[in-house]
């Protein structure tokens, strides 16, 4: 009985956190490669926090390129680690391609790097 519980605690474990999203693909770590992935890919990226954009959009650098990022009016209410312009963080969400925008980042969770 221990083997078995053991057995599905270490699957679940391995599930829970692989680098997969649900359609197989990996995340992108860089802004060049979230411009150049397709809809939906997720991200994991690191960089400065720059300008509101309006209309919940951020301009986020990486220190080499930049794209928008959105951030639901609703997670700054949530935030514990309330986030500024300047400040380094790390942004966990998916790519998003629209007809008649540019590429964005629709932000999920965000860290603040101490």
Do not use: Q
Not at 1 to 15: C, H, W
């Amino acid at each position: 009985m221990k083997i078995a519980a053991y057995f599905i605690f270490l699957l679940a474990f391995v599930f829970f956190s692989c680098d997969l999203d649900i359609n197989g693909g990996p995340p992108v770590y860089s802004i060049s490669d979230a411009n150049g992935a397709r809809d939906g890919t997720p991200v994991v990226l690191e960089g400065t926090l720059g300008a509101f954009m309006g209309d919940e959009k951020w301009d986020f650098s990486d220190g080499t390129n930049s794209i928008p990022i959105e951030i639901d009016d609703e997670y700054w209410w949530r935030d514990p680690n309330h986030v500024e312009v300047g400040d380094t963080i790390i942004i966990y969400g998916e790519v998003e391609k629209e007809v008649w925008e540019r590429t964005y980042i629709n932000v999920d969770r965000i860290v603040k790097k101490k």
